[in-house]
């Protein structure tokens, strides 16, 4: 296997991990603040550089709520890296990043879409 490819693994391998650690920490952060209970976890992409990880949430209430919650998960932004640097092996814990996974209301639009050609019995 060249070179390029095991760095491509491993880095997915750590996007992985991040995505798991900071959904369980996460879990744990919403029990404590119902607030944050209509948030979920999408996605996490490490930059290429492995400085920085966006993590995209999803809420079903749309980015609107998303925006009035993303103060208070800010808040807990450094509880969440003290947790990684914790469990992550390395010496650098990335910048965290939060967004709004825009791309799962895409999907939900598109499904609609679908779905009302099926029952029209033009699909």
Request: hydrophobic share 35%; aromatic share 10%; charged share 30%.
């Amino acid at each position: 296997m060249d070179r390029r490819r095991q760095s491509e693994i491993k880095h997915a391998q750590r996007e992985s991990f991040l995505l798991r650690e900071i959904s369980q920490y996460f879990i744990q952060i919403a029990q404590d603040e119902p607030r944050l209970s209509t948030l979920y976890i999408e996605q996490a992409k490490l930059s290429v550089d492995g400085s920085r990880c966006t993590f995209y949430f999803y809420s079903a209430k749309g980015k609107p709520e998303f925006e009035a919650l993303l103060p208070l998960l800010i808040l807990y932004k450094p509880s969440m890296r003290a947790s990684l640097a914790k469990t992550a092996s390395g010496k650098y814990v990335p910048q965290l990043v939060f967004a709004y996974a825009e791309h799962v209301d895409q999907q939900r639009k598109v499904n609609d879409i679908i779905e009302n050609l099926k029952k029209e019995g033009k699909l």
